[in-house]
């Protein structure tokens, strides 16, 4: 077990390069001179070059690769263009609230999509299955920006249980901490639950059919440890990899949910220093969401070695 | 009240929801079983037998199925109880064995774990009383080194030993019947017979009733006290074994019993034979034409020399090799047009992958393969694509083997459209004479593969090797997966084949009745080696190898007189070819025994 997690570990290094050298070349790819974007329209050839110099563009690609490298093996980010701050320091105020939207929002998919999926396959051709998976394609259609306004208007605005938009930090406390996330995490959540869902139930239809099924109903087990002891952890190796894979589709939903709910997260950072052209911030930010998702890969493997004895590296 | 069977089941019917509606698939059949009686459901596949043991259990699909008629345990009706009390008797009263060993223990939890799931269930055991006890069982039912293998998952046991883990399953709360649901059909012969030997024991010690169904006409003789003979959903014959053995009155239970092939039935004879065939309605039989001399005496067709496969293991954090599978090690036969030399032997001793390694499916590490005097080994793969024209394969699976999108028509002309040997428009029109030549209908080449059963199936695999015109055909289990009577009447048209064009087949095979049939010659493979080869009178009536006497002992014998005397079974496992990297095989010196007849002198491995 020990060498495999090395081994997936150090894996991730070349993973992380390539990603390192996309985001650098952000700068390059970008149509125009960069240096002029962000300038903006009323900048001398003296401001230009000031900027230019400053995203260090007047130095060779690879040079100014490896000092960037260097700088970010480091800690160090880069200084935001527009505010003159240290991109690691923007980062960290804003990391807080996205991570825990992240967290929730996983938590509460993976609870609501999982039984549900099972549920569903269980009662395959029945009517509560064909209203699981009515339900899933909704949720794969429906915008998050209008799922959002509309959970907003039901509970916040006609009933008044939850609030309408804001963040507040773990540090207040727990429970305001969870009232602001719930609406925001559920219509962030909505699609990935009807993914998980009918990936659940698809993995879950094709293990009920099979014989070592059929040897736990003739033990005389009862139907629901079969189907959460026997069935769903052969169904798992599936429903883990969505779980991994969906983490991209929070990342991108994150980005709109912050700014339908108001939330100071590294969603609106991004959308800001992409209105601005703020290249060091995208570059960071866009690390950072990356990393996230190698990591929670890493995560999705190893948990394949621990739901699945066969799986041995 | 002692002479209350345990199980009774009257005017049981079964009815299956299609889209067109209710199927009937298990019509109006009745049975008894005594106390430790055994009673065995012999039937081809389609008769309606392993829905009629679901059935006992109450296991088959609930919305799509429907059960009437009566089933009684110990007196008392199962189909009126509700689900709750069903599961009670379900591992407590009744416990169940099912085919495929390899599939039916859940791959993800431990075989502890599964084996006291049923004890907590119904012995209402702790923990940790369950684990002794499963040590116990799994003692019981002779798997090595029990205490140590609680924690282990499925795929760390063999076939066979997975088996003995779901016979300790079935065990575990001492029921009073098992039904058995062709629980040897996956194994290997050696293996069958360990597994039938320990059903038995197990029976006299627990005083168990068994259910066993099963198609092996052999097994039956092995361990039934009764029979019943399923057709399409019908019991057309019930009866003592010994009865129905000596003197089978349906037309239905003869002609099955004249496919069994049985083994020692061909002593004295020295080519091989076809079957009989008896009409399954009407009963009467007719004998099948004598096989004539076929093999040439010409230089072989097929030479093979030394011929050595090995894969490598790879393991570590470097993905290392770690040790080699030796599937084939220096085996050497050769085969003349007309012949039929068997490659048999059990699960991975190398049969398949010397076939393989013959066609270069797999490419040889070493040795030697003439074709018609063509060193194949060295040739370039586009050479080598073209000299598959005179080599054939046909396979197993004959569902698996058959694009499923693919006509069957398109199917048999294209290897004829590949190797040139027709235009399009030929090649289809061959497919139909082909089609008729395996004993279809031209007409069917429109069909698509899933329109046809296993047995007509690999007929049509047969057409389209026969397409190109081959000279050699390697035959890979190809009649392993068919019921009886298919398999004889596919072994027969092999034969008339064989006679018409001359045909050398490699016969691979773990079927040593089929094989005793079929072959001029024999060799027997054991881990990667040939351990014995000859004429096949002479392996079969003269056994030398160990391994060769295990394996004929082993051999299920359709003849019940034989089924009281106890057997002694080695409990051996089968060994593993995976030897270390640095692993150089013995020399091997060959006795000859008489002409033709080699056996390997034995080693003390």
Redesign the interface.
């Known amino acids: 077990m020990l ?1 495999f997690i ?2 997936r570990t150090l894996a991730t290094i070349p993973v992380m390069a390539v990603v390192a050298l996309f985001v650098f070349s952000l700068l390059y790819i970008a149509p125009g001179d960069p240096a002029a974007l962000i300038a903006g329209d009323q900048a001398t050839p003296a401001d230009i070059e000031r900027i230019r110099q400053s995203l260090g563009l007047d130095r060779p690609f690879l040079f100014r690769f490896g000092e960037w490298t260097w700088n970010i093996l480091r800690g160090d980010l880069g200084t935001s263009i527009f505010t003159s701050l240290p991109v690691t320091r923007l980062i960290a105020q804003r990391v807080e609230p996205t991570l825990s939207l992240m967290a929730v929002t996983l938590l509460l998919a993976i609870a609501v999509a999982v039984p549900m999926g099972v549920l569903a396959a269980w009662t395959a ?1 029945s009517w509560v299955d064909r209203t699981v998976m009515a339900l899933a394609v909704l949720g794969f259609s429906v915008p998050i920006f209008v799922i959002g306004y509309l959970l907003a208007y039901v509970f916040a605005l006609e009933l008044e249980i939850l609030p309408v938009q804001g963040y507040a930090p773990v540090a207040d406390g727990l429970w305001p901490w969870l009232r602001h996330l719930l609406l925001p995490a559920l219509s962030l959540g909505l699609i990935y639950i009807a993914l998980i869902a009918r990936v659940t139930r698809a993995t879950m239809l094709e293990v009920l059919t ?3 099924i ?9 139907e629901r440890k079969i189907l959460f ?2 069935a769903l ?2 169904a ?1 190796v599936p429903i883990v990899t969505v779980i991994g894979l969906g983490i991209a589709l929070l990342i991108g939903g994150a980005v709109v949910t912050e700014s339908v709910f108001v939330i100071p997260g590294l969603g609106r950072l991004t959308v800001d220093a992409i209105l601005r052209r703020d290249y060091p911030v995208i570059q960071g930010v866009v690390l950072v969401f990356s990393l996230t998702y190698v990591l929670v890969n890493l995560a999705v493997d190893l948990v394949y070695v621990l ?4 799986i041995r590296y | 009240m002692s002479d209350m069977p345990v199980l009774a089941v009257k005017n049981l019917t079964v009815d299956f929801r299609s889209n067109s509606g209710w199927t009937r698939v298990v019509k109006d059949v009745s049975f008894t079983i005594g106390r430790q009686e055994t009673l065995a459901v012999v039937g081809e596949s389609g008769s309606g037998k392993s829905v009629t043991a ?1 059935s006992v ?1 109450r ?1 088959a699909p609930k ?1 799509s199925s429907r059960i009437g008629g009566e089933i009684l345990l110990d007196g008392e009706s199962l189909l009126a109880r509700p689900e709750r009390q069903m ?6 009263d009744v ?2 064995i ?1 085919q ?1 060993p390899m ?8 075989i502890g774990f599964q084996i006291a ?2 004890l907590i ?2 012995r209402g055991l702790a923990r940790r009383a369950a684990e002794a006890e499963v040590v116990r069982l799994l003692d019981k039912v002779r798997i090595p080194s029990a205490a140590s293998r609680f924690h282990d ?1 499925p ?1 760390r046991f063999s076939g066979g030993m997975r088996q003995r883990v ?1 016979i300790a ?1 079935a065990l575990a709360c001492q029921p009073k019947l098992l039904i058995a649901d062709e629980p040897t059909t996956a194994l290997d012969v050696t293996i069958q017979a360990q597994i039938l030997e320990l059903i038995k024991e197990l029976q006299r010690d627990e005083h168990m009733s068994v259910l066993f169904i099963t198609h092996d006409m052999g097994v039956v003789a092995e361990i039934a006290d009764r029979m019943v003979v399923m057709k399409t959903g019908h019991a057309v014959e019930e009866g003592p074994t010994e009865a129905i053995f000596a003197c089978p009155k349906h037309p239905y239970t003869r002609s099955l019993l004249s496919a069994v092939p049985r083994l020692g039935s061909m002593t004295g004879t020295q080519g091989p034979a076809r079957f009989r065939s008896v009409d399954r309605d009407t009963g009467p039989a007719t004998d099948p034409a004598p096989f004539p001399e076929t093999v040439a005496a010409e230089r072989p067709i097929l030479e093979v020399k030394a011929l050595t496969t090995r894969f490598d293991v790879r393991g ?2 470097l993905s290392r090799v770690t040790g080699r599978v030796h599937a084939v090690e220096n085996v050497s036969f050769d085969l003349r047009p007309g012949e039929t030399l068997s490659l048999v032997g059990e699960s991975g001793c190398g049969k398949s992958t010397t076939g393989r390694s013959i066609l270069r499916l797999t490419n040889p590490t070493s040795g030697s393969v003439l074709l018609d005097g063509e060193e194949l080994t060295q040739l370039p793969r586009r050479a080598m694509r073209a000299r598959r024209q005179k080599m054939q394969m046909i396979f197993q699976d004959p569902f698996a083997s058959l694009d499923p999108r693919m006509k069957i028509g398109a199917a048999i002309a294209e290897p004829m459209i590949v190797n040139k040997l027709a235009s399009p428009d030929d090649a289809h029109r061959r497919a139909g004479d082909l089609l008729v030549r395996v004993g279809l209908a031209p007409e069917m080449a429109g069909r698509y593969p899933h329109e046809f059963s296993g047995g007509q199936r690999q007929r049509i695999c047969i057409a389209r090797a026969l397409g190109v015109r081959p000279r050699v055909i390697v035959a890979d289990e190809s009649v392993s997966a068919l019921d009886v009577s298919v398999k004889a009447q596919v072994v027969n048209l092999l034969l008339d084949l064989q006679q018409e064009l001359g045909l050398a087949y490699l016969f691979i095979s773990h079927d040593m009745a089929v094989v005793e049939r079929v072959s001029h010659r024999v060799a027997v493979m054991y881990l990667g080696e040939i351990v014995e080869i000859g004429p096949r009178a002479a392996v079969f009536g003269n056994p030398q190898h160990p391994y060769t006497k295990r394996l004929l002992a082993a051999v299920p014998v359709p003849d019940p007189a034989r089924r009281l005397a106890p057997r002694t079974v080695a409990d051996d496992q089968i060994k593993s070819p995976i030897r270390g990297v640095d692993y150089v095989p013995p020399p091997r010196v060959y006795r000859k025994i008489s002409p033709g007849h080699l056996v390997q002198a034995c080693s003390d491995e």
């Open positions: 060498p090395l081994r051709g099979q014989d070592y059929t040897t736990a109903r003739a033990k005389g087990q009862n002891v026997h952890k052969n798992a739901v699945d004895p066969r | 679901l259990m296991l919305r599961r009670q008797i379900r591992g407590g416990a169940m099912f495929e599939t039916s223990l859940n791959p993800v939890l431990s799931e049923a269930l119904h998952y795929h779901m399953m570590g954090l």
